[in-house]
Structures are given as structure tokens and as C-alpha cells.
């Protein structure tokens, strides 16, 4: 969580986070900027993509890609 908080404000300037836990649905963080507020789905989807280290699900045979390169503070 530290270190998607570092990213969320170094990489794209977002000062105002909450972070909530949700039980079975793990860890959430609300953007509360007005300017991540104002943001198009597709800016939104790629802010995501930037941040997805791995990708798995129900359809993915229980399998794990990690996503290279890797940030650098996950390096």
C-alpha cells in the first residue's frame, strides 16, 4: 500500500488519497483530487494499467503474469 500511496502522489500528483480496507474485497484507495475526479475513463484505465503489477482471475487457469518493467520501487 506505501508503495502504490508514493506512486498515486509521485508519478501523478494526486495529494488527497483514502485508503479503505473492504473485507473480502481487499484494499481500495479513493482519489479525492478534483483534477483525478475530472478524469476520462480512458486516462483512468491507463492510471491503472501503470499500476498493475501482475494479472490473474477466474479465466486465467490460475495463472500469474508479471508485468515487465517493473516500477522502480519495486525494483
Known amino acids: 500500500m506505501q508503495i502504490l500511496d508514493r506512486v498515486l ?11 479503505i480496507y ?7 484507495c479513493c482519489v479525492c483530487d478534483q483534477t483525478a475526479r475530472e478524469l476520462q475513463s480512458s486516462i483512468r484505465q491507463a492510471i491503472v494499467e501503470h499500476l498493475t503489477v501482475i494479472s490473474g482471475g ?11 518493467p517493473l516500477h522502480p520501487s519495486l525494483q
Open 58 to 68: 477466474k479465466d486465467s487457469s490460475k495463472r500469474v503474469t508479471l508485468y515487465t
Open 22 to 28: 473492504s473485507g473480502r474485497r481487499g484494499v481500495h
Open 9 to 19: 502522489h509521485e508519478d501523478f500528483g494526486f495529494k488527497h488519497r483514502l485508503w
